[in-house]
């Protein structure tokens, strides 16, 4: 089974221990907050994944697109009863394993849920209860506004509805 296989059924059976035995040494998964952090090396990626699956549901893969040393992988999922839409670019090693994954995810609700459960998960794993409850207020205050914006402002600019 390929590194790329291995990880696909990973993520669809929330496997944190069995997606990193696809992960290179030096593997990296590139945050799709922020460009401020990496996750680096497969223990690094383990946690992350662990507090991931902590939160979201019904990940599945639905589309897969294989070019040489590379692929992109199309997912859907559900975190806080939203609907998240994420592309992973995958970059392989010469092996075959993964070496780099950068992901990228819509709609900014969904987003902004998985910061608002994510986060301070992800603080807590890493020995920062105070960060976790600073977290859990500043991206619940960021899903606010981007659920209310969806709602209210983002249908102004929508084309007109004809017939």
Do not use: C, N
Request: net charge positive.
């Amino acid at each position: 089974m390929s590194a790329i296989e291995i990880w696909r059924r990973a993520g669809e059976t929330g496997d944190p221990q069995a997606a990193v035995r696809a992960l290179g040494d030096g593997a990296e998964l590139v945050s799709p907050f922020t460009e401020r952090f990496v996750f680096r090396g497969p223990e690094e990626v383990e946690v992350l994944l662990t507090a991931v699956f902590s939160v979201v549901s019904g990940f599945r893969y639905e589309h897969e697109i294989r070019d040489g040393s590379a692929a992109l992988l199309v997912a859907r999922a559900r975190v806080r009863g939203v609907d998240l839409h994420e592309m992973q670019h995958l970059e392989l090693e010469a092996d075959g394993r993964i070496r780099r994954i950068t992901l990228a995810m819509r709609p900014l609700t969904a987003i902004t849920a998985l910061a608002r459960e994510l986060g301070p998960v992800l603080a807590r794993a890493h020995g920062r209860p105070g960060a976790a409850r600073t977290l859990r207020v500043t991206a619940a205050l960021l899903d606010a506004v981007a659920s209310t914006g969806e709602r209210r402002f983002i249908p102004l600019a929508a084309p007109p509805r004809r017939g």
